[in-house]
C-alpha cells in the first residue's frame, strides 16, 4: 500500500493547482499514512525526504518569483514616474510650442502691420492697408476711425465681413462737444446705449454689441478714436497696438500735408504748385503794372484726359501729364512763368508779352502736343490740349479777373471742339 500511497502522494504534489501550504499538510498527512499502513520507518524518511526536497525547491522557486515580480514592480512603478514626468515635460514642450507659435504671430502681424502703414503718406493709401489689417488681425464686427479736426470729423467704416471700406470727409458734427467719453482718454468696453449720441451724429444705427473705444492723444489731446464693435478681450493688447500705428501714421499724414503746403514744386510735373504759382504771378503783375507794361495768362487743358485714366491708367495718366509739362517748358521762356493749376489743368504767365506773341506762343504748344507720340509702359498714344489765353491790361487788370477771362476762353476753345487756341479778344 505504501508503494501506491508515497508515489501517488508526491504526483498529486506536482500536477495539483494546490497552494504551498496545502502541499505541505497533504505531504505530512501522505507520510504519516505511509507510516500507518507500513510502519516502515526507512521507506517513510526516504519519501518525507523526497517530498520536502521537492516542497524545499518549491518554496524556494516560489520566493524567486516573488522577488522578480516585486522586481517588476518596482521597474513597473519607476517607468511609470518616468513616464509620467515625459508626459508632463511633453505637455510642457506643447504648450511652450503654442506660446511661442502665439509670440511669432504677433510678431509677424506686428511686422506687417509696420511695413504697410510706413508706406501710408495721403489718408486714401492709408484705407486699403487698415482694411487689410483688420480683416486678418480682428474678427470684429466693424471698425470705426473717428479723426477730430479744428470742430470738423472724418471717418473710416470698415467691415470686413462684406469687404466694406468708407472714408467720410468734414462731418459737420462737433462729436467732443457734450460726449463725456470723448473726453477722457481711458480705452475701455462700452455698450450701445454709452455710444449712441455718437453714432446717431454720424448717421448710423445704435450698436448690437459692445465696442472696446481707444482715444488717440497727440500733442497732449484726444485728436481721434478707434472703435471696435464686438472685439474679444484678448484681442485688446493688439487693438492697442494698432492704434499706435494708426496715431502714428495720422501724425505722418498731417506733417506730410503741411510739408506739401509748403512745397513750391508739384511732385510729378516738375511746374510750380497753384498756390506758389499764384503768389509768383501776383507779384510779377505789380511788376508790369507798375511799369505799365503787357503780358498774357494761358489756361491750359487736356483735351478727353479722364478717357485716358480710364482706359489705360493712372500710371499712364501720370506719365502723359509729365510728359506734357516738359513740352510747354520747352516752348516757353526761362521768365515765363508754368505752374499746375490742378489735376489736367496747366497754367503759363507770360510776362512782358503782347496778346499777339501770347497767342503764338499757345498755338506752338498746342502744335507741339498734338504731334508728340506718348509713349507710357506698353502703351503708345497722342493727345491734345484746348488753351484760352487773355491778355494785361487789355481783358483784365487784376490777378483773379484776368485768371477768369483765360478760363472762359478755355471754355469756349472746348466748346468750339477742342485741341484749339481761343483768345478772350475774340469772345467779347
Known amino acids: 500500500m505504501s508503494d501506491i500511497l508515497y508515489p501517488l502522494s508526491l504526483l498529486i504534489l506536482v500536477v495539483l493547482p494546490l497552494r504551498f501550504k496545502t502541499k505541505v499538510l497533504?505531504?505530512?498527512?501522505?507520510?504519516g499514512g505511509g507510516i500507518f499502513f507500513n510502519p516502515s520507518l526507512h521507506l517513510a524518511v526516504s519519501w518525507g525526504c523526497v517530498m520536502g526536497v521537492y516542497l524545499y525547491l518549491k518554496y524556494f522557486q516560489g520566493q524567486i518569483m516573488r522577488a522578480e515580480i516585486e522586481e517588476l514592480g518596482t521597474r513597473f512603478k519607476s517607468a511609470s514616474k518616468t513616464l509620467g514626468r515625459s508626459t508632463e515635460?511633453?505637455?510642457?514642450?506643447?504648450?511652450?510650442?503654442?506660446?511661442?507659435?502665439?509670440?511669432v504671430s504677433?510678431?509677424?502681424?506686428?511686422?506687417?502691420?509696420?511695413?504697410?502703414?510706413?508706406?501710408?503718406?495721403?489718408?486714401?493709401q492709408l484705407l486699403p492697408v487698415l482694411g487689410n489689417v483688420v480683416k486678418r488681425g480682428f474678427d470684429v464686427k466693424s471698425l470705426r476711425l473717428i479723426i477730430l479736426r479744428n470742430g470738423r470729423t472724418d471717418l473710416v467704416f470698415i467691415q470686413p465681413d462684406t469687404n466694406i471700406v468708407e472714408f467720410r470727409r468734414d462731418i459737420e458734427s462737433p462729436l467732443i462737444d457734450g460726449e463725456k467719453i470723448l473726453k477722457e482718454e481711458e480705452a475701455g468696453f462700452y455698450d450701445g446705449e454709452a455710444l449712441e449720441p455718437i453714432f446717431m451724429k454720424l448717421g448710423y444705427q445704435t450698436q448690437k454689441y459692445r465696442t472696446y473705444v481707444i482715444p488717440l492723444v497727440s500733442e497732449g489731446k484726444v485728436n481721434s478714436f478707434v472703435m471696435f464693435e464686438d472685439l474679444r478681450e484678448e484681442k485688446t493688447d493688439f487693438a492697442h497696438t494698432l492704434a499706435g500705428f494708426l496715431s502714428l501714421t495720422l501724425r505722418k499724414i498731417q506733417l506730410y500735408q503741411q510739408i506739401q503746403e509748403l512745397?513750391?514744386?508739384?511732385?510729378?510735373?516738375?511746374?510750380?504748385?497753384?498756390?506758389?504759382?499764384?503768389?509768383?504771378?501776383?507779384?510779377?503783375?505789380?511788376?508790369?503794372?507798375?511799369?505799365?507794361?503787357?503780358?498774357?495768362?494761358?489756361?491750359l487743358d487736356l483735351d478727353r484726359f479722364k478717357n485716358c485714366n480710364d482706359t489705360f491708367g493712372h500710371l499712364?495718366?501720370?506719365?502723359?501729364?509729365?510728359?506734357?509739362?516738359?513740352?510747354?517748358?520747352?516752348?516757353?521762356?526761362?521768365?515765363?512763368?508754368?505752374?499746375?493749376y490742378g489735376?489736367?489743368?496747366?497754367?503759363v504767365f507770360l510776362p512782358d508779352t503782347s496778346p499777339e506773341n501770347g497767342i503764338y506762343v499757345a498755338e506752338r504748344i498746342r502744335r507741339a502736343v498734338e504731334k508728340n507720340v506718348f509713349h507710357a509702359y506698353d502703351e503708345v498714344l497722342r493727345?491734345?490740349?484746348s488753351?484760352?489765353?487773355?491778355?494785361?491790361?487789355?481783358?483784365?487788370?487784376?490777378?483773379?479777373?484776368l485768371i477768369e477771362k483765360a478760363d472762359l476762353a478755355l471754355y469756349y476753345a472746348k466748346r468750339k471742339g477742342r485741341n484749339k487756341v481761343i483768345a478772350y479778344s475774340s469772345i467779347k
Open 106 to 124: 504677433k510678431i509677424t502681424q506686428f511686422f506687417e502691420m509696420s511695413e504697410g502703414f510706413t508706406k501710408v503718406m495721403y489718408m486714401e
Open 26 to 31: 497533504l505531504a505530512i498527512l501522505f507520510v
Open 387 to 401: 488753351i484760352g489765353v487773355s491778355a494785361f491790361p487789355y481783358d483784365a487788370q487784376e490777378p483773379t479777373e
Open 263 to 299: 512745397a513750391i514744386t508739384d511732385e510729378l510735373t516738375q511746374v510750380f504748385v497753384r498756390r506758389h504759382f499764384i503768389r509768383v504771378y501776383n507779384n510779377e503783375l505789380v511788376r508790369i503794372k507798375d511799369k505799365k507794361g503787357q503780358a498774357c495768362f494761358l489756361m
Open 343 to 347: 489735376g489736367e489743368e496747366f497754367c
Open 383 to 385: 493727345m491734345t490740349v
Open 89 to 103: 515635460r511633453l505637455e510642457e514642450m506643447e504648450k511652450f510650442n503654442r506660446r511661442l507659435q502665439h509670440e
Open 316 to 340: 499712364v495718366g501720370d506719365v502723359v501729364l509729365r510728359d506734357i509739362a516738359g513740352i510747354i517748358k520747352q516752348n516757353v521762356r526761362e521768365v515765363d512763368i508754368v505752374g499746375r
